[in-house]
């Protein structure tokens, strides 16, 4: 029974998460310390980074933050290079910085529309990119890209926001089958409603969307950032060394019946 749970020990290893200092992507570097992983936070902003890093020195892992705009290649590399320099290696990658432009896809602005791609879609291939490269000459490594429910079932006024996060399902295969000769196992995860700051902020102006949503989980809740935490160490241990390419729904039964 132990030789089990060694399959799911990431004591030793690093992780870069990017979109780091709230939501889904702080809860899962919160999950990654308390497993024992170093940890180089992603942010554009500088302060929210250095306040995230504060939360997490408690847990007794080294933490950088960097900060970074994953849209621009050179920051990209930069970040990637200080990320090896600082920690020594880079064994886990979180793709999970994102942003919502909501409007009607006739009134979207190109600018919405490039910044939404640029940010959720090309952010993803840089950051996958930079990091697949330094992962091949170590020997491999693992990439988990956020997508979500809005990935296959698009809502009125997300159209942009759901045209890349349908995209970064096709770019996880796509990773997956051209890395899989370097060892460099690719997948994403698809949340679906979560307690993050963004989510309760819009249900507190919005309280019946906040039933009519929860009316429509199977599970009746909304989920809790912890909810992502076993699937998370799962996808980035060695206990899934033959899965790659595929996405997970993590979003207590909603998308099996909402067509």
């Not at 990017?18 to 310390?33: D, I, P």
């Not at 963004?198 to 309280?207: A, D, I, L, N, Q």
Request: charged share 20%.
């Amino acid at each position: 029974m132990r030789e089990v749970y060694q399959m799911f020990n990431l004591e030793g290893k690093t992780a870069i998460i990017t979109g780091a200092s709230k939501g889904l992507g702080f809860g899962m570097a919160e999950c990654f310390a308390r497993a024992g992983v170093d940890l180089v936070l992603v942010n554009r902003n500088p302060k929210d980074g250095t306040e995230a890093k504060k939360k997490l020195d408690k847990y007794g892992v080294k933490v950088v933050s960097i900060p970074t705009d994953v849209s621009q290649s050179r920051s990209v590399q930069e970040m990637v290079g200080k990320a090896v320099a600082e920690l020594g290696r880079i064994n886990i990658l979180i793709n999970n910085a994102a942003i919502i432009n909501r409007g009607p896809l006739l009134e979207l602005t190109e600018a919405g529309w490039d910044q939404a791609i640029d940010i959720n879609l090309k952010g993803y291939f840089l950051c996958g990119q930079a990091v697949a490269k330094y992962m091949a000459k170590q020997g491999g490594g693992k990439i988990i890209n956020l997508a979500s429910i809005r990935s296959h079932l698009v809502a009125d006024e997300r159209g942009a926001y759901s045209t890349t996060k349908g995209g970064i399902i096709q770019l996880t295969k796509a990773m997956a089958f051209e890395w899989a000769r370097y060892n460099i196992l690719v997948n994403a995860i698809a949340p679906g409603y979560f307690a993050t700051e963004m989510v309760t902020g819009y249900f507190s102006k919005m309280p019946e969307m906040e039933k009519k949503v929860i009316d429509g989980i199977p599970l009746g809740r909304i989920g809790q950032p912890s909810d992502l935490y076993g699937i998370a160490v799962f996808l980035a241990s060695s206990a899934s060394d033959f899965i790659t390419g595929e996405t997970i729904y993590i979003d207590g039964g909603w998308s099996t019946w909402k067509y």
